[in-house]
């Protein structure tokens, strides 16, 4: 009987299948543009653009996990006025020294933090070195199509256009983290996420006796950035390297118990320019020692990711 | 047996395919809404339908200006939003928005963690379709 049910199904898995399949052969188009209002299409009209008739019957609540990027971090400590220091990056020559998918994945991150930092700081040869080790890297990785050869041209091209170069790098490590996902390598993923982290963390916490304080403040509300890290490398299938780094990484947060939290209520304000301002919220302090924890911490598990 | 095989194969390639669209989908439809903005490194996209409801928990770096996206296919009908706070106070809500667009920009005074809640809202059509909703953030200094 169950037999003949799943016989009987065949020919409507194939049926919508099939739609599906010749559905990418269309042009899709039609909604390229920014129609995201109350305007609903026919139950019959089908696109190849993200859209089919649905088998699911009951309805579920998808949770998306993210974490502020190693860009993000970069510009927080250029910001804060701290210095660019060249000492403190991973050699761009050592990205042959990591052999195994989960080395190269954890060295993706660390390299892309380094050219985060290189180029917010506008190091643009220190950048265009660090492009180059992770295109190699990302050949082992075999997603070398996301630092395509006309990528690559266009960084020559731009290679003194610090804006031109940012919105590479970000659009490099979108697909990365994009195409990691789609192939089903989620672990990778969290690896280049919490290993990018750690690799900023290390990039601001150096040089800390002449860190400014607006640098240590930063350094505290990181907490909240650890918790991000923390829980999206956590919904991933834990391989033993990414429950490894994961553990490493426990030190770390144990170093962020020294920093107090107080909390005040939210607000918002709304500009003239139709954008908001939102204030308010948790207040982070640390003391030296504490700040001298974490950037210890981090060290550690630092040393490990590159080794 | 065999056809047992065959029928998760063939299910198997209905979720590919379905990623890739949302891929696609984001790329050519979401992915041009940032502009002027450096996008976050995380690929948030996912097939939902009437009904569904997504949250991204994130923190968001004082000093940044953000642009937080809402990107879904239009067969979803009118997919609204709100941002809390930590302590669940609602900070905006896309149905109050001015000019209607599927975004919102807002600049950061303090460090925060913001949850994002989408809403696809109920239909009552017989036949029910899925669509892909990415939710995108872009920052800028």
């Not at chain 1, 610090?162 to 490590?173: M, P, Q």
Request: hydrophobic share 40%.
């Amino acid at each position: 009987m169950r037999i003949n049910q799943r016989i009987q199904a065949l020919p409507i898995a194939f049926g919508l299948g099939l739609f599906l399949i010749t559905g990418c052969g269309e042009t899709a188009d039609d909604h390229s543009g920014h129609d995201h209002g109350d305007h609903t299409q026919s139950g019959e009209e089908m696109d190849s653009d993200g859209m089919a008739v649905t088998t699911r019957q009951s309805t579920l609540t998808k949770i998306f996990h993210a974490a502020p990027s190693p860009m993000e971090t970069a510009s927080l400590i250029k910001r804060s006025g701290a210095h660019f220091h060249a000492d403190a990056l991973n050699g761009a020559d050592q990205y042959d020294n990591y052999t195994t998918s989960d080395k190269q994945a954890i060295n993706l991150g660390i390299y892309g933090a380094d050219l985060s930092y290189a180029t917010i700081f506008e190091e643009n040869s220190t950048s265009l070195d660090y492009l180059s080790s992770i295109k190699s890297l990302s050949q082992a990785l075999g997603v070398s199509d996301v630092l395509s050869d006309d990528v690559m041209s266009e960084v020559e091209e731009n290679r003194n256009d610090r804006d031109v170069l940012i919105d590479i790098v970000s659009n490099t490590f979108y697909d990365l983290n994009e195409r990691l996902k789609f192939n089903g390598q989620e672990d990778l993923a969290g690896l280049v996420v919490a290993s990018g982290w750690v690799e900023g963390m290390y990039l601001a916490t150096r040089h800390l006796d002449a860190a400014p304080e607006e640098l240590k403040q930063r350094i505290a509300e990181q907490k909240l950035v650890l918790a991000d890290v923390m829980g999206l490398c956590g919904s991933y299938d834990q391989t033993p390297a990414l429950a490894n780094l994961l553990a490493s990484m426990l030190s770390i947060e144990t170093a962020y118990e020294g920093v107090t939290t107080s909390t005040s209520e939210s607000t918002t304000n709304r500009e003239e320019s139709g954008s908001f301002t939102i204030g308010g919220g948790a207040t982070f302090a640390a003391d030296d020692a504490t700040i001298l924890a974490i950037a210890a911490a981090v060290e550690s598990v630092r040393a490990a990711c590159i080794q | 047996m065999k056809h047992t095989i065959i029928l998760l194969l063939t299910l198997g390639l209905f979720a590919t395919t379905a990623d890739a669209q949302c891929r696609s989908f984001t790329k050519k439809n979401c992915l041009t809404e940032l502009e002027g903005y450096i996008q976050n490194d995380n690929y948030n996209s996912a097939i939902l339908i009437p009904g569904d409801e997504a949250q991204l928990m994130l923190t968001f770096l004082a000093g940044q200006d953000y642009r937080l996206l809402v990107c879904s296919h239009p067969v979803l009908g009118d997919v609204t939003y709100e941002i809390f706070d930590a302590q669940g106070k609602r900070l905006f809500d896309s149905r109050k928005n001015e000019p209607d667009v599927s975004y919102v920009d807002f600049n950061m005074e303090t460090t925060q963690q913001l949850q994002v809640q989408v809403h696809v809202p109920e239909t009552r059509s017989a036949i029910m379709h899925e669509g892909c909703v990415t939710v995108l953030v872009g920052s800028k200094s």
